[in-house]
C-alpha cells in the first residue's frame, strides 16, 4: 500500500487550465441578443481573435505572459463568430472573434501560440478563456453541417449551439471523454509506455478514449489491458483536464495492476515498462528516459506518485 493509495487528501499537483479563472460565463446571457449587442459595445469589454486554435499572446513589462486583448470597437465585427466566454468580478465582459486569420500587430514582442504553449505561459483568467475560446473553434470549425438532414446550420447562443433551420434540430459543442492513468503495482513501481510515433526514450502514461456504453472505470481496465496486457483491479478517480485537441476532456485516475507481465498492442504502444522511483531517476539522469513535457495532467499524475516535481522535460 503506497502513498498515493493510503491517503486520500494526497494533494495533487497544480493542472493546466484548471485553476480559478475567476470567470463567470453567464450562460444565460447568450440568447440574450440586446444584452450581448449592449455588452460588445461596452468600453470595458475585452475581445481576442482565435483562428486556427491559435490567439496572439504578448509579455508584460513585469515578466508577465497575456492574451492580446483590445476593446470590442477595435476589433472587427462579425456577429456570427462572435462567442461570449463570460464576465469577471469587475463585470469586464470577455469575447473571442473567430477569424480565418489573427490580426496583424504593431506591437513586436506580441506572438502567435497555441494552446500547448499559451497554456504553460498565462495566467488562470487567459488560459481559461483561450481553453473555451479554442474548443468552440474547433467544434463550428467541424461542425457545419446539421447531422440530422445535412443542411449547413446557423450559429446562435454567442458561440455555444449551431441551428439547423431546416429541421430545427440544435446542436452542442461534443465533448469527448478520454481516460488517462497512472497504473502502479504492488511493487510500486508505475507502468509508462512509449506510443508509435513518439521519439526514442519519451514515455508517459496510458490513456484512451471512452466509448460507448462504458463506464470510464471499464474504460480505464481496457484500455490498459488492451495497449499493455496488464490488468487492473482498483481505480480511483484524481482529476479532470479540459483538452481541446480538438474536443477531450482528460479524466485522471490511480489505477492498481493485478497482473505484472506486459504484452504491447504493437498498435497505439511501440513499449512499456514498469519503473521504480530509483529506476525513473536514473533513467531520467541519463536521459534514457524523456520526461513529459507541457500542459498534459500525465505529468502531474507521474508526479503524484514520483512523490516530487519532475525533472523539465524538452519539448516534443
Ligand atoms: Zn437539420
Known amino acids: 500500500m503506497t502513498a498515493i493509495w493510503s491517503n486520500p487528501a494526497h494533494t495533487v499537483p497544480p493542472i493546466s487550465l484548471t485553476g480559478d479563472s475567476g470567470i463567470d460565463r453567464a450562460a444565460h446571457h ?10 460588445w459595445s461596452h468600453p470595458t469589454t475585452r475581445v481576442f ?12 513589462p513585469d515578466g508577465r505572459t497575456e492574451l492580446v486583448m483590445t476593446p470590442a470597437f477595435e476589433a472587427p465585427l462579425t456577429e456570427q463568430h462572435r462567442y461570449f466566454l463570460g464576465t469577471d468580478t469587475d463585470g469586464v465582459r470577455y469575447f473571442a472573434l473567430q477569424k480565418d486569420s489573427l490580426p496583424g500587430r504593431m506591437d513586436e514582442s506580441a506572438r502567435p501560440a497555441g494552446l500547448r504553449e499559451a497554456g504553460q505561459l498565462l495566467g488562470d483568467r487567459d488560459a481559461a478563456l483561450m481553453a473555451h475560446a479554442v474548443a468552440l473553434e474547433n467544434w463550428q470549425r467541424t461542425h457545419r453541417y446539421c447531422s440530422r438532414c445535412g443542411e449547413r446550420t446557423n450559429i446562435t447562443s454567442a458561440g455555444h449551439i449551431r441551428r439547423c433551420p431546416a429541421c430545427g434540430a440544435e446542436h452542442y459543442p461534443r465533448t469527448d471523454p478520454a481516460v488517462i492513468m497512472a497504473v502502479t503495482d504492488g511493487e510500486d513501481r508505475i ?7 513518439w521519439p526514442e526514450g519519451r514515455f508517459s502514461t496510458l490513456a484512451g478514449f471512452v466509448e460507448p456504453g462504458e463506464s470510464i472505470e471499464q474504460t480505464v481496465r481496457r484500455e490498459v489491458f488492451e495497449e499493455a496486457g496488464v490488468v487492473v483491479g482498483d481505480v480511483r478517480y484524481v482529476a479532470s483536464q479540459p483538452w481541446p485537441f480538438p474536443s477531450s476532456l482528460m479524466l485522471g485516475f490511480l489505477a492498481r495492476a493485478t497482473s505484472v507481465d506486459i504484452r504491447v498492442d504493437g498498435e497505439e504502444l511501440h513499449e512499456a515498462r514498469w519503473f521504480s522511483r530509483d529506476e525513473l531517476r536514473a533513467a531520467f539522469e541519463s536521459e534514457e528516459v524523456l520526461p513529459p513535457s507541457g500542459i498534459s495532467i500525465a505529468a502531474r499524475l507521474i508526479e503524484l506518485w514520483y512523490g516530487e516535481p519532475l525533472p523539465k522535460g524538452r519539448p516534443f
Open 191 to 197: 507502468l509508462l509506455g512509449r506510443q508509435m510515433h
Open 49 to 60: 481573435v482565435v483562428s486556427g486554435g491559435q490567439v496572439l499572446i504578448d509579455d508584460t
Open 30 to 39: 447568450r440568447l440574450d441578443e440586446a444584452w450581448l449587442a449592449a455588452a
